[in-house]
């Protein structure tokens, strides 16, 4: 999907298309609009996003319309909040070259701050002595 030239790029439809855009998408949108309160009052800013991804949902027939139950709640089992996936970028051999240097750095500047820190306290420890 990543190119540099844009008429290599497809196109959003041809990214919806996509098995695993239009597993990922359903379930969000399912999981949205089945956590949805059923107190919320029509002129809400909320309710108003809801049908609009209801219709975006149902324009792209990303899932079939749901049955809505008693009290305006979409039927079925309650919806699991999940902690967010980490998203890892994955990078080219020089890009993890580049981040390997990046890191050991990072570890030489600590190892460097807890020597100073240490001869810092050992400096403090050998003051108190005096003054006692």
């Not at 190119?3 to 969000?28: G, M």
């Amino acid at each position: 999907m990543l190119s540099i030239k844009p008429s290599n790029r497809p196109t959003i439809p041809e990214i919806l298309n996509k098995s695993f855009v239009r597993k990922r998408a359903s379930v969000y949108i399912k999981e949205v609009i089945e956590s949805a309160s059923p107190d919320l009052d029509t002129l809400d800013i909320d309710e108003m996003n809801l049908e609009s991804l209801k219709e975006q949902a149902d324009k792209l027939n990303l899932f079939p319309k749901p049955e809505v139950g008693a009290g305006g709640r979409v039927g079925g089992p309650p919806v699991v909040k999940r902690k967010p996936k980490k998203v890892v970028p994955i990078l080219n051999e020089e890009q993890k070259k580049e981040e390997e240097r990046k890191l050991k750095e990072e570890l030489k500047e600590k190892e460097e701050i807890e020597k100073k820190l240490k001869e810092l306290e050992r400096e403090t420890q050998a003051k108190r002595k005096d003054y006692q």
